[in-house]
């Protein structure tokens, strides 16, 4: 009950300060949380990726009560609990349940090729990956982004929306390409989209410096391109809520049993 | 050479006591007017800790902790948790004199963690064996 939390909330308190020192120390090390803090600004409305996360964290808690949930949809692609505008929740999946650490990046670069220059238009999105968790393999990543709806789009057309991972960059000339994913999706569908990168997350977790991004073509099915933000596809000058990130799974190499303190 | 023929099967003295029956030891303690020790919770909330901003979800901690009387003290080169299973152990041989560790860990449990890391990106981190905290009274 609430006053009963209160009263152990100031049982807290009472606590000298060498025993706070100790209990902060022992829930540190208990989490797994990397030392202590350091004082954040404090943060805006949370953004895209702390929202997916958050549902994700109570998806998985609720999941440790019950037991397993998610699937994989028809493409393999892991679908989370999604934070807005979900059309569809699944249960959590191996992938989800298994995974010991998920982590999710905010692009840090964006460059594109829009209206004003020749076809075909792209969008490359790079994201800042150098805190991964060493000894973790990549078990999926997904990039995700959003597609709202805009205006003067047949909404019955389809949009072929292909990501590449950028793998080497050609001084004056087109750098080379490898197909990650592609999906079809009806012009007038709006909500997250999710991009299985799997194979560039792995890719960039073994040479960090090979990490140049990815790039999003959008074509129509008479095979013409079309600028993502043209289509409704946001990028990180959208709303918080909606800015495009990276969700990756790790799972830990299978230590026998965890070190006594 | 087995002996099929014994008439009445020998009660096996390491038989634990029922968990929710108050074993001897406990009368005991009870009646000499020492605490026993007993295990209590302690819910700490990142706010007091000034973790708000950094730690996500959970909203804060359940710390247990012991109090009490301890029949069997052991010097600091030992820790709780090791403290408490070596107890249970002893406790398995000679149930009537050693008392079961109060709050010997009977159930891992799994805990997540949600927070944000220095260059904002967020994680969440999963511990799947867990110890519960314990005195090693």
């Known amino acids: 009950c609430v006053c009963g939390q209160k009263e152990v909330q100031s049982s807290f308190r009472k606590l000298s300060g060498r025993e706070k020192k100790e209990m902060q120390r022992e829930i540190l090390s208990i989490l797994g949380l990397p030392g202590r803090p350091r004082p954040h600004p404090p943060l805006r409305p949370p953004s895209s990726a702390p929202l997916f996360m958050l549902d994700l964290y109570h998806a998985v808690s609720a999941e440790g009560d019950e037991g397993p949930g998610l699937g994989l949809n028809q493409e393999g692609v892991i679908h989370a609990a999604l934070p807005t505008l979900s059309t569809h929740t699944p249960p959590l999946g191996t992938v989800v349940s298994e995974a010991d650490t998920v982590m999710s990046f905010v692009n840090l670069v964006e460059h594109e090729r829009d209206l004003l220059q020749p076809r075909p238009y792209w969008k490359e999105f790079r994201f800042d990956l150098t805190p991964l968790p060493q000894g973790e393999t990549v078990t999926a990543a997904e990039f995700r982004i959003y597609k709202t709806l805009t205006m003067g789009q047949r909404a019955n057309r389809t949009l072929h929306i292909s990501v590449y991972e950028i793998q080497r960059e050609k001084r004056h000339r087109e750098p080379e390409l490898v197909l990650l994913d592609m999906q079809s999706v009806p012009a007038g569908q709006e909500g997250w989209l999710a991009f299985d990168v799997t194979s560039a997350s792995n890719h960039w977790l073994l040479h960090p410096r090979s990490n140049l991004g990815i790039r999003l073509y959008v074509e129509t099915e008479e095979d013409r391109s079309l600028s993502a933000g043209w289509v409704g596809l946001i990028g990180r000058r959208g709303p918080r809520s909606k800015q495009p990130f990276m969700v990756t799974f790790f799972r830990a190499s299978q230590a026998p049993c965890r070190p006594p303190r | 050479a087995v ?84 107890q249970l152990v002893v406790h398995l041989i000679k149930p009537d004199e050693v008392p079961k560790a109060c709050c010997a860990p009977t159930k891992l449990s799994p805990i997540s963690v949600l927070f944000y890391d220095d260059n904002n990106n967020v994680i969440l981190k999963k511990h799947r064996n867990m110890v519960v905290k314990t005195c090693g009274c």
Not at chain 2, 41 to 53: A, R
Not at chain 2, 66 to 76: K, N
């Open chain 2, 3 to 86: 002996r099929h023929n014994s008439p009445r099967k020998k009660k096996n003295k390491y038989d634990l006591p029922h968990p929710n029956r108050p074993g001897i030891f406990d009368q005991h303690h009870a009646n000499s007017g020492r605490q026993a020790c007993k295990k209590h919770e302690l819910y700490v909330s990142f706010s007091d800790l000034g973790w708000k901003d950094w730690v996500l979800a959970p909203p804060g901690y359940s710390a247990y902790y012991c109090d009490g009387e301890c029949d069997y003290p052991l010097g600091s080169c030992m820790n709780a948790t090791n403290h408490a299973m070596i």
